[in-house]
């Protein structure tokens, strides 16, 4: 298990990660979120020991990342390259070596690797020679290459067209099964929807959200109901607003109000009703006004904003 | 992170084995020592050529002879130069080639002034003024429509022979006239070594005596700045290729640097090795002709002012590769800093002639300069017999040394957080502040 504890980091002053504190249990895959700047690269940096933090604790079973028992960790960094003049399956195998593999089993890795990600016929070409999706296959391998214990990711999506986005999707899940600790950080909010079980979401360097995933949409939803129903819904007691979309109706309740009593008052009206079904947030939504509301400024917490403070600063639908 | 040899090691193979399979490090091996052997055949013939043509056409002279001393000289005759000395025994042994001779025809004239109008009409090829007095100055004067830069004392030399064969003509007999005319070729130069015997300076050691520190000294410099080049051009092309991030979560960032400088100061190490054997074996008729045997000692030291300086520079270079934010920015600042290195050249003839003069002394131990300096020093002394004392090489060692480990221990600040900016070069104060930080 990954355990981050009251990490700080600061640069010029000015505190980039501001004592964040979470955990990732193996054979899970956890969102690393958060805007441009927010300081995600800097907190992996210090997952990934390439730089230590100014206070606070990073263990991986209980060992210290940066110690002599440090996990095997792969990263993939949003801005990637490739040695360009060298065999695929060189470039591939060398990733693997300095994994302290074998050369014999890293070649062997490699090119099972290579076959998943239907390279192997490209083994031989100079890297070079793929194409820009190609690479990004290729990269996502380095990464892959070694089985490491803690693999990071970042964007590991972008740049694949749909069929290598299953292709992915599919390996990280056998990853998980297999029981790697998987961090992946992405601005891509329906995938972490699909993949991940739970999320930490940082805004210039504070923790705003963090839990798992469907229960911070939970904590997110308003009291709304998609009604799908023949006819025209009256107000009924309990209902704040009734607005029409698409082939269904957005029904707001009031904040006190039940749910059951309001579709017994629907059904009482005589409204035929085939579903009447809260309303969950997409993370994206939550995202977009998690930011704009500019939570997380240094305002000495540490912790998830409410959803009231949410609310209060303009959030509120 | 724990320092991992393998890790190291498997670094270091792929740096060599990426570079050596280079096209460019073919071509390097290959082209550089041709380069070389190319503008020297090709200016020592056109040299030669240009003589063998002057050589080879008759000349006409106007005479101004206001002395009279040499009214009844011969008005033409044919030169034949004398045989070339050669410093090759078998070529000394083999049958003399025929040796071209060049006609002379003396116009005379009345002044200078109708001479210099022949000259200016083409009609003839040069002017010579004997002045009326001649026997009190002993200078003449050769006027010639010359554009060359540098003119060579060979094509003087048929009219100085006219000029010494009729001045003592009557007042000396033919073998004494002779000697006089090789006097100036057949002296034997004899210096004292520090031993205090007496050896013979020939044409062959005076040769070997600069070439020798040259070759050696141009070898040792070659190889730090083709070493640092190629540790350059690797940092900077892995930090635009922004691949460092991903492997420094397998790899230390100081396993990474010492499998660079290992790798690629092995690749440049192979360069000259190649270029010093072929080198050495070309040259081995020259040094075994000269008397002059290198010392193992001299090439004992050679390798370990390599390997401090190599690691000076190579730490420079990785820095310089890390702090900027391409190859072509990291060239023009590298290049500056390469310029210390081969900086003792310019002084070249100072370090030959007094290899323990101040000068030579001071810029061997300093650390930028030293490694240069001193294989110049001691293959100078190598030929001379110059006794170079123990306790400066010690030192220039010495401080080279640690001179190299505070700029490892730097370098490797610098490249730990270096490789992690991009699009940016920090100026001096941002790079004070990365070095705090890291």
Redesign the interface.
């Known amino acids: 298990m990954l355990q981050v504890r009251d990490v700080i980091k600061t ?1 010029d002053g000015r505190a980039v990660v501001n004592k964040v504190t979470f955990d990732v249990a193996a054979g899970e895959i956890f969102a690393l979120l958060g805007p441009n700047g927010a300081g995600k690269t800097t907190l992996i ?1 210090m997952i ?4 230590r933090p100014d206070s606070g604790t990073i263990t991986f079973d209980g060992h210290a990342v ?1 110690g ?1 028992s ?1 996990p095997s ?5 949003e ?8 065999p695929v399956l060189d470039a591939l195998a ?2 693997g ?4 593999m074998s050369r014999a089993d890293a070649r062997r890795e490699s090119i099972t690797l290579l076959e998943e990600f239907g390279l192997a016929n490209w083994s031989r070409k100079n890297v070079a020679a793929l194409s820009k999706g190609m690479q990004q296959k290729l ?1 996502l391998c ?2 892959l290459i ?1 089985r490491p214990q803690l693999l ?1 990711l970042d964007e590991p999506f972008s740049g694949l067209d749909p069929i290598n986005v299953a292709v992915l999707e599919n390996v990280l899940r056998q990853r998980r099964a297999e029981g790697t600790t998987v961090l992946l950080s992405t601005h891509q909010m329906n995938k972490v929807e699909q993949q991940c079980d739970r999320a930490l979401m940082i805004n210039r360097g504070h923790m705003v959200l963090y839990g798992r995933v469907g229960e911070i949409r939970q904590q997110y939803a308003e009291n709304t109901y998609a009604l799908h129903a023949d006819g025209t819904p009256q107000r009924v007691p309990g209902v704040k607003s009734v607005v029409s979309e698409n082939d269904h109706w957005r029904v707001a309740l009031e904040k006190n109000a039940h749910p059951a009593a309001v579709l017994k008052a629907l059904l009482d009206q005589g409204l035929a009703v085939r579903a009447f079904t809260p309303e969950v947030p997409p993370l994206e939504d939550i995202f977009v006004r998690v930011v704009e509301a500019g939570l997380g400024l240094d305002q000495g917490r540490s912790g998830p904003p409410t959803v009231d403070e949410l609310q209060d600063v303009g959030g509120a639908r | 992170m724990t320092f991992s040899m393998p890790k190291v090691l498997t670094i270091a193979r792929r740096e060599y084995l990426t570079t050596v399979r280079r096209p460019m490090f073919v071509v390097t091996l290959l082209a550089t020592p041709m380069i070389f052997l190319f503008a020297g055949v090709l200016s020592t013939k056109s040299q030669v050529d240009d003589a063998v043509a002057r050589m080879s056409t008759a000349r006409v002279v106007a005479l101004v002879d206001s002395s009279g001393l040499f009214a009844d000289g011969p008005r033409s005759f044919e030169y034949q130069a004398p045989r070339a000395p050669t410093l090759d025994p078998r070529e000394a042994a083999k049958p003399e080639k025929p040796r071209p001779k060049v006609p002379v025809v003396f116009r005379p004239m009345a002044d200078q002034v109708a001479a210099l109008d022949s000259l200016e009409a083409g009609k003839v090829k040069q002017v010579l003024v004997v002045g009326s007095n001649f026997l009190e100055s002993g200078r003449v004067r050769l006027y010639e429509k010359d554009t060359r830069v540098f003119t060579q004392s060979a094509d003087d030399r048929p009219l100085r022979n006219w000029l010494v064969r009729n001045l003592l003509r009557g007042r000396a007999d033919s073998v004494r006239i002779e000697r006089t005319l090789l006097l100036g070729r057949s002296m034997d130069y004899f210096t004292q070594n520090p031993d205090g015997s007496w050896a013979l300076k020939d044409d062959a050691k005076e040769i070997t005596g600069f070439l020798l520190p040259f070759a050696l000294g141009f070898l040792l410099a070659m190889s730090i700045v083709i070493g640092g080049q190629y540790l350059l051009q690797g940092v900077s092309e892995e930090k635009e290729s922004r691949i460092l991030e991903s492997m420094l979560c397998s790899v230390s960032p100081d396993e990474l640097l010492a499998g660079k400088l290992l790798g690629l100061g092995s690749a440049g190490l192979t360069l000259v090795a190649v270029w010093a054997s072929v080198g050495i074996y070309s040259s081995a008729g020259i040094l075994a002709l000269a008397h002059v045997t290198l010392p193992p000692a001299l090439l004992i030291l050679g390798f370990l002012y390599f390997l401090v300086g190599y690691l000076f520079y190579g730490a420079i270079m990785l820095s310089v590769g890390a702090m900027t934010s391409n190859l072509r920015e990291a060239t023009q600042i590298s290049g500056y800093l390469t310029l210390l290195n081969v900086c003792p050249f310019w002084m070249m003839v100072k370090f030959l002639n007094a290899p323990n003069s101040a000068l030579a002394v001071g810029m061997s131990l300093f650390p930028p300069t030293a490694a240069t300096s001193m294989m110049l020093r001691m293959s100078a002394s190598a030929v001379s017999g110059a006794v170079i004392p123990p306790w400066q090489i010690a030192t220039s060692l010495g401080l080279l040394g640690v001179s190299a480990i505070i700029m490892l221990l730097i370098g490797s600040r610098l490249f730990r957080l270096g490789m992690l900016l991009y699009g940016k070069t920090p100026n001096l104060p941002e790079i004070l502040k990365i070095l705090r930080q890291a």
């Open positions: 640069y940096r990934t020991d390439i730089v940066s002599a440090r960790t792969a990263y993939l960094p801005e990637r390259g490739l040695y360009k003049k060298v060398y990733f070596e300095l994994k302290s990269q380095t990464a070694g990071i």
